[in-house]
């Protein structure tokens, strides 16, 4: 069992940067994946990045890529999620999410744990 907590959303304007954390708890953390994902309201929710379990392994969506930098510290059991250049379009809410979710890793379904979601807004 892993309990995660997000938290680092807030206000930015479009071009700053913003680090959001997600603390994790339960004896498993260092075994599993974790990702980010995001949702904005009527939309699914999408994946943003994610990461193996020794932190060696990344992946990005597409239009992240380059902008965004997932990490994690299994010392203090918390993964973070760097964001760039900011844009208004990266509004939502960020969620992490744990798990072993196999190659379908974009797919928020296959995830088993998720965080509360920390709100980031981008102004224009």
């Known amino acids: 069992q892993v309990q995660l907590v997000e938290s680092g959303g807030g206000l930015v304007q479009a071009g700053d940067s913003l680090r959001v954390s997600c603390a994790a708890s339960g004896r498993t953390f260092i075994r599993e994946e974790m990702a980010w994902f995001r949702q904005v309201p009527g939309k699914e929710r999408e994946f943003v990045a994610g990461?193996?379990?020794?932190?060696?392994?990344?992946n990005y969506a597409g239009s992240e890529k380059g902008r965004f930098t997932i990490s994690r510290d299994n010392g203090k059991n918390t993964v973070y999620l760097q964001m760039n250049s900011m844009k208004p379009e990266d509004t939502a809410v960020y969620y992490c999410?744990?798990?072993?979710?196999?190659?379908?890793?974009?797919?928020?379904?296959?995830?088993?744990?998720w965080g509360q979601g920390t709100q980031v807004t981008v102004s224009s």
């Open positions: 999410a744990a798990g072993s979710p196999g190659p379908q890793y974009s797919n928020y379904a296959k995830w088993a744990y």
């Open positions: 990461i193996g379990w020794s932190g060696g392994n990344t």
